[in-house]
Nanobody, 126 residues
Framework: QVQLVESGGGSVQAGGSLRLSCAASGYANSPYLMAWFRQAPGNEREGVASIARDGHTNVGDSVKGRFTISRDNAENTLYLQMNSLEPEDTAIYYC????????????????????WGQGTQVTVSS
């Protein structure tokens, strides 16, 4: 049974940093794509960043230069290093994964992922 579990969320002042982790279990092989999404109340779920098994990344425009996605394939763990956090980054952050290949323009679309974590709250205060 496939499961994703996020950790590392919390509250931080603007300009601070957080590192999120997502542990994947139940996969026979490391999932082809893993990604971070976020959602604030009343807003659509937004793609933050994705990373393929070979290391290729796709990063959303709103976080480029501030967030870095990485993965440890041997440990089946996904990371999101978030620097220079802004109040606009406040949201519930979700880990997602799929074993299927997805064309790069669609890798930040939530509908292309079939496994989701429970989410972790990130709050950035001004």
């Amino acid at each position: 049974q496939v499961q994703l579990v996020e950790s590392g969320g919390g509250s931080v002042q603007a300009g601070g940093s957080l590192r999120l982790s997502c542990a994947a279990s139940g996969y026979a092989n490391s999932p082809y794509l893993m990604a971070w999404f976020r959602q604030a109340p009343g807003n659509e779920r937004e793609g933050v960043a994705s990373i393929a098994r070979d290391g290729h990344t796709n990063v959303g425009d709103s976080v480029k230069g501030r967030f870095t996605i990485s993965r440890d394939n041997a440990e089946n763990t996904l990371y999101l290093q978030m620097n220079s956090l802004e109040p606009e980054d406040t949201a519930i952050y979700y880990c997602a994964a799929t074993a299927s290949w997805i064309d790069w323009p669609k890798r930040l679309s939530p509908g292309n992922y079939n496994t989701w974590g429970q989410g972790t709250q990130v709050t950035v205060s001004s």
